[in-house]
């Protein structure tokens, strides 16, 4: 990124300030006279190159409906000096917000019955930051509902209390199966569950003994199957 420092215009010893984007450097004095009055003037022009690396390389973004849920992935290298990943969403392409904040070690993240009959296309971006708070936007990715109605409406991880929960929503009785992991795939807690008719929520619980990091669950209901990250 190229800055230009100043540009100081002196007209009888007063001075003024300005900044544009072009690199170099320039001098001028010149003579003005008009109407009966005359001054020197003198353009000095210093520029600086400002080489801002930015914090990663980002390889890929994908992102597809699973359901009602948009399920996003993206892979970087040449990570330095990285601080975090923000997941941000539109409606229209144009006007972001937040959706989450994530870890640079995950990558994915799974917008829970995003998709629905309010908003059946959604767009995506990611927001690459470094620690200096320099950051860098990925390209915009479109994603359009699925053709099935998701069982699985919310997972919301509550850790403060030693458990996370799992929200439904189902014509009939059907089975579940939730399924918790580490990032190495070694399995820290499994539980089988029916889910009843209507709207239901689970907990897999007596997880305050976990260790803060990074982990993986999946939810299985009926043939709806999604994976979600989750931090502690």
């Known amino acids: 990124m190229i800055i230009l420092s100043f540009i100081t215009i002196q007209c009888n010893g007063f001075g003024f300030y300005s900044t544009s984007r072009k690199a170099g450097a320039a001098s001028v ?3 003005w006279n008009a ?3 005359s001054a020197n003037i003198h353009i000095a022009v210093n520029i600086r190159q400002d080489n801002t690396v930015l914090p990663l390389t980002l390889l ?3 992102g597809a409906a699973q359901h009602n849920h948009a399920v996003l992935n993206w892979v970087t290298a040449d990570e330095v000096n990285v601080s975090h990943t923000e997941v941000q969403r539109s409606t229209n392409g144009t006007d972001f917000s937040f959706v989450s904040k ?3 070690s995950v990558k994915g993240y799974v917008d829970i019955n995003a998709l629905n009959l309010s908003h059946d296309k959604l767009f995506y971006r990611l927001k690459l930051a470094d620690l200096d708070g320099n950051f860098t936007y990925s390209p915009v990715l479109s994603i359009q509902a699925g053709s099935k109605t998701s069982f699985i409406t919310a997972i919301q991880p509550q850790f403060a209390s030693g458990r996370i929960a799992v929200s439904f929503n189902v014509p009939q009785e059907k089975n579940a199966r939730l399924l918790l992991t580490d990032v190495s795939g070694k399995t820290i807690r499994s539980m089988a569950l029916t889910v ?5 929520t689970s907990y897999m619980e007596s997880l305050q ?3 803060a990091g990074i982990y993986v669950l999946q939810v299985i209901c009926g043939e709806e199957k999604i994976t979600k990250q989750l931090l502690k």
């Open 29 to 31: 004095t010149t003579s």
């Open 35 to 37: 109407a009966g009055h």
């Open 60 to 62: 890929s973004f994908t």
């Open 102 to 104: 994530l870890q640079t």
């Open 196 to 200: 009843n008719k209507g709207a239901s």
């Open 209 to 211: 003994s976990l260790p």
